[in-house]
């Protein structure tokens, strides 16, 4: 029955919105003009966010356009902590569309009729990214469908980035399970592909797209994750965290294919006495997708005081600076990790799975240690080793950081879109 009645309200919000939407469309049509250095963004989950490599990377990005003198809209779902609202975050308006755990077509026509009505007040739509598997066919095809109509019928530029994570995104993986039309529809969607990974970029160019598709890689603020020795200790102590203990982390969402549960079973037996391990993570009622956090939970108590589960953190840079270690047992494949890359700002020993994404992206033995996929024993090794004798691994730190200041600042990737955004000026 509640649902019901929420879904009879969601249809009464939308025939507003409509009735709403066309004159306020005809007044723009007809007497006000293009917007100039203005970009809308679409994130179809939690924003902002406390974690999460999309999302973490729009925001950086919405920020630093905003520096530039860019005026910047990002459109998004309710977080169920932050009800549908609008406000101004970090120099950039931001409207939620909700609620997020009812039907994506829903968020998808809130957006059409949000850029419908104001299609005069920005140039680009970014779209952060377009989900797609064989039972999501209700969020995939909408989203594209926006983009191509804004595209065709409003010349506006549709700039897509690719995630290079869930398999289920990447190109390769439409292209085999798209009908002709639908793969033809998606690669006509956009004006610009923007790619992380070298796999994606190669399969884009190779199918008579290169003059569409460019490479971009993530980037990050390395000062915001600089942590003092004073400050380390304050925060260890405040955790209730031995001064002299080495500190394993882990950072992301709980669900199965970022691998907490693997690394907290691996920690089960190791029973590290110089070392503590520390998680953070969305809870379970956080989650978008089906996740394990319950499962995780578990294992934190089966570990005992040697694990500490932090939950949801809106801050996590203020934590990274703890660690010593940060592992990230990812299984599939993964984009080029945001969380990976704040790892290394933060100098961190980063012990990562050998999956696509990674590979190619870290150097082993220079500035992390790679295991394969799944390998708990192989997992267990290395942190035995790595946590017995930490400073004969600190280098890897130290190249990690200065890699990451040199080749991934945030900067570059503001300039980078910057670029591409003005294009149409």
């Given at each position: ?5 929420t ?18 469309f ?19 989950s ?39 609202s ?11 569309f ?35 598997s064989?039972?999501r ?7 594209v ?106 950072i ?41 956090a ?12 040697s ?90 730190a ?13 900067e ?5 879109y910057?670029k ?6």
């Amino acid at each position: 029955m509640k649902k019901f009645v929420t879904y009879v309200l969601m249809g009464y919000y939308l025939l507003l919105e409509m009735i709403i939407t066309f004159p306020i469309f005809l007044y723009g049509l007809c007497f006000k003009k293009q917007k100039n250095y203005s970009v809308v963004f679409v994130a179809a989950s939690f924003y902002p966010t406390h974690i999460g490599g999309i999302e973490c990377a729009g925001r950086d990005l919405a920020i630093g356009l905003v520096k530039k003198g860019w005026k910047v809209e990002v459109l998004t779902k309710d977080d169920e902590v932050r009800a549908r609202s609008e406000e101004m975050f970090q120099g950039y308006h931001l409207t939620r569309f909700g609620p997020i755990r009812m039907e994506s077509w829903y968020f998808t026509l809130c957006i059409f009729l949000w850029l419908l009505r104001n299609f005069r007040a920005y140039q680009t739509i970014y779209f952060l990214n377009f989900s797609y598997s064989k039972n999501r066919l209700g969020v995939f095809i909408p989203e594209v469908a926006v983009s191509w109509f804004f595209k065709t019928f409003f010349k506006k530029q549709t700039v897509l980035r690719l995630s290079g994570g869930s398999v289920e995104r990447i190109p390769q993986y439409l292209y085999h399970t798209l009908s002709p039309w639908k793969w033809n529809l998606y690669c006509n969607s956009v004006s610009v592909f923007t790619s992380l990974s070298n796999d994606e970029y190669d399969f884009l160019v190779s199918n008579g797209l290169k003059y569409k598709t460019k490479k971009v890689f993530n980037g990050v603020n390395v000062k915001q994750y600089k942590m003092l020795s004073q400050e380390k200790v304050q925060r260890k102590k405040e955790l209730g965290l031995e001064k002299d203990k080495v500190i394993v982390g882990f950072i992301g969402r709980f669900t199965s294919r970022k691998g907490a549960d693997l690394l907290l079973r691996v920690w089960k037996r190791i029973k590290a006495e110089n070392a503590s391990l520390i998680l953070i993570g969305p809870s379970q009622k956080d989650m978008v997708q089906k996740s394990n956090a319950d499962k995780v939970r578990e294992l934190v108590k089966e570990c005992g005081d040697s694990a500490v589960f932090l939950g949801r953190k809106d801050d996590p840079w203020n934590y990274l600076g703890l660690f010593d270690i940060m592992v990230c047992p990812y299984r599939v494949r993964e984009g080029m990790s945001s969380t990976i890359l704040q790892g290394m700002a933060a100098k961190n020993i980063i012990i990562a799975s050998e999956i696509p994404g990674i590979i190619g992206f870290l150097k082993p033995g220079y500035d992390a240690i790679l295991f394969p996929e799944d390998d708990e024993v192989a997992l267990e090794k290395i942190l035995k080793k790595v946590i017995n004798d930490v400073e004969k691994y600190r280098y890897l730190a130290e190249n990690a950081f200065e890699r990451v200041k040199e080749e991934f600042p945030i900067e570059k990737v503001v300039d980078f879109y910057h670029k591409i955004f003005k294009r149409n000026k």
